[in-house]
T-cell receptor, first 113, second 115 residues
Framework: NAGVTQTPKFQVLKTGQSMTLQCAQD?????MYWYRQDPGMGLRLIYY???????DKGEVPNGYNVSRLNKREFSLRLESAAPSQTSVYFC????????????FGPGTRLTVL | AQSVTQPDIHITVSEGASLELRCNYS??????LFWYVQSPGQGLQLLLK??????LVQGIKGFEAEFKRSQSSFNLRKPSVHWSDAAEYFC?????????????FGQGTILTVHP
């Protein structure tokens, strides 16, 4: 039981390049989330998927797209990376109800030059 | 909209001393409240959570937190800090209903422990 896994762990991009961050969970969770973490700002929600087949914007969605490929996988895409997207990205998942625990992946550290 | 404030950016304590990390939230209804810990270069680990019932919540690693509705606070405490507690701590609030997983985090408090 690996929990929530993310790939890659580190990535350096040039401005304008695109990339996809991958996330998978093996806990049969319904809901999955993408957050970004910036110094002094905590974590902010980018996009989420309450269930397979649905996605919705969070607090900071501009410049990102997501795909809920199946119940296990939720990817985050940067179509044209900008230096402002330099951050640590965390994927998370939660099971069937509010009393369940939200589990976080180890993070992807992205630098955009 | 919900919000969370952690007034202390950085706290330093001596090993063995007591600890209290402050958290204030803003939310219209009864909130779901969480404390997470993050060690350098790692993901977030849940310490404890509050949904309803007893306002004093026990968590892992000897931590506890008290929900005070009148003060809109959910402060984290530990009676005796260990060097391994050095990390960054995040308070978070979750919405109710179908949005329960959408967490709003505070800015974080970095804890340094002196030997």
């Amino acid at each position: 039981n690996a929990g929530v896994t993310q790939t890659p762990k580190f990535q350096v991009l040039k401005t304008g390049q695109s990339m996809t961050l991958q996330c998978a969970q093996d806990m049969n969770h319904n809901s999955m989330y993408w957050y970004r973490q910036d110094p002094g700002m905590g974590l902010r929600l980018i996009y989420y998927s309450a269930s397979e087949g649905t996605t919705d914007k969070g607090e900071v969605p501009n410049g990102y797209n997501v795909s809920r490929l199946n119940k296990r996988e939720f990817s985050l895409r940067l179509e044209s990376a900008a230096p402002s997207q330099t951050s640590v990205y965390f994927c998370a998942s939660i099971g069937g109800g509010p009393t369940d625990t939200q589990y976080f992946g180890p993070g992807t550290r992205l630098t955009v030059l | 909209a919900q919000s969370v404030t952690q007034p202390d950016i950085h706290i330093t304590v001596s090993e063995g001393a007591s600890l209290e990390l402050r958290c204030n939230y803003s939310y219209g209804a009864t909130p779901y409240l969480f404390w997470y810990v993050q060690s350098p270069g790692q993901g977030l680990q849940l310490l404890l959570k509050y949904f309803s019932g007893d306002t004093l919540v026990q968590g892992i690693k000897g931590f506890e937190a008290e929900f005070k509705r009148s003060q809109s606070s959910f402060n984290l405490r530990k009676p005796s800090v260990h060097w391994s507690d050095a990390a960054e701590y995040f308070c978070a609030v979750g919405a109710g209903g179908t949005s329960y997983g959408k967490l709003t985090f505070g800015q974080g408090t970095i804890l340094t422990v002196h030997p």
